[in-house]
C-alpha cells in the first residue's frame, strides 16, 4: 500500500525516539529555556537527532521541520514534521504522557502521522487512506454530536486572555459536559480513539499537531485551524469527531 516504507520508517524512528525518553526519565539532564519560555532538555536535542538521521537516511530528498532545527528544504516537494519530545514539561515532572510525533506532508496533504507515547506503551498510527491504528487495533472517534455532551480538551483559554480568540474559547467551553484538562498529544489521541469528542488548542505549532491531524482524520474525524482551514501551519488546531465541528468553529468565526 502507498506510503508503506515512510510508515514504517515513521514507527521506527519514533520507537528509537521513545527508548532515549525511558532510558533518561530518571536520569539528571540539562535544561535550558528557550525564547519562548519553554524548556528544552538534553533529550528534546537526542530525540531529534535520531530521528532526523533515521528519516533522511531513507529519504534524503525530503524536507525537515523539527521542533529543535527547524526546516530544511528537500526537493521530493515532500517535509517531515517532528516534535521529538512532546510534552517536555510532563516529562521533567514525571507525567507519562510525553510522546515523539512524526508526520509527513506531502504536497501539503498529510499522508503518514504517528504519535509514541513510551510510558504509556501506546503508538498511535495512520496513513492516507488506511484507516488509523492504537497498538495495532483500530480505532475511531466517537459519535457525539451535541456540544452540550461533548468531553473536550482545550489549550491557550488563559495564554489568549484577555482578548477575542481566549474569550471565544473559554464560551465555548462553558458548552461542554466536561471540559478535561489538557495534556498534550494524549489528548490528541483521545479524539482519535473516541475517548474525547473535541481538542481546541490556540497555540500549536505544526510539529505538535500535523501527526495527530492525520491520525484523527483516518479515525473518521476532522481537524482545521479556528478559521477552517484545513491547515496546521496557522498556530491554532481543532481536532473533532467531525460531528461537532461545524458547531465549534461557530464560536471563532
Known amino acids: 500500500m502507498f506510503y508503506d516504507a515512510e510508515l514504517k520508517a515513521a514507527l521506527d524512528a519514533a520507537q528509537a525516539a521513545g527508548a532515549i525518553q525511558l532510558d533518561c526519565r530518571t536520569k539528571r539532564i540539562g535544561v535550558e529555556t528557550k525564547p519562548d519560555a519553554s524548556p528544552v532538555t538534553e533529550v528534546d536535542k537526542r530525540c531529534e ?7 533522511m537516511r531513507q529519504f534524503p530528498r525530503d524536507g525537515f521541520l523539527g521542533e529543535e532545527t527547524g526546516q530544511a528544504d528537500g526537493a521530493s516537494g515532500r517535509t517531515w514534521i517532528v516534535d521529538p519530545l512532546d510534552g517536555t514539561r510532563p516529562y521533567l515532572h514525571g507525567i507519562p504522557t510525553y510522546s515523539a510525533l512524526i508526520a509527513l506532508e506531502d504536497e501539503g496533504r498529510l499522508a503518514v502521522g504517528c504519535m509514541h507515547l513510551p510510558a504509556l506503551c501506546e503508538t498511535y498510527w495512520a496513513r492516507e487512506g488506511g484507516g488509523a491504528f492504537c497498538n495495532g487495533a483500530p480505532i475511531h472517534v466517537s459519535q457525539t454530536t451535541e456540544l452540550s455532551r461533548v468531553m473536550g480538551s482545550s ?6 486572555s484577555p482578548g477575542r480568540g481566549g474569550e471565544r474559547l473559554l464560551s465555548l467551553m ?27 488548542n490556540l497555540l ?20 482545521s485551524d479556528v478559521k477552517g482551514n484545513r491547515s496546521v501551519r496557522n498556530g491554532s488546531v481543532i481536532l473533532s469527531n ?11 468565526q
Do not use: N
Request: with cysteine; net charge negative.
Open 49 to 55: 537527532a535520531v530521528i532526523r538521521d533515521q528519516l
Open 155 to 160: 489549550l491557550g483559554f488563559v495564554e489568549k
Open 174 to 200: 462553558k458548552t461542554w459536559d466536561y471540559a478535561y484538562g489538557f495534556m498534550d498529544a494524549y489528548s490528541y489521541a483521545g479524539v482519535a480513539s473516541g475517548r474525547l469528542d473535541v481538542c481546541v
Open 204 to 223: 500549536d505549532k505544526p510539529w505538535d499537531c500535523a501527526a495527530a491531524a492525520c491520525i484523527v482524520s483516518e479515525a473518521g474525524g476532522r481537524f
Open 242 to 252: 467531525g460531528f461537532v465541528h461545524d458547531a465549534v468553529l461557530e464560536y471563532f
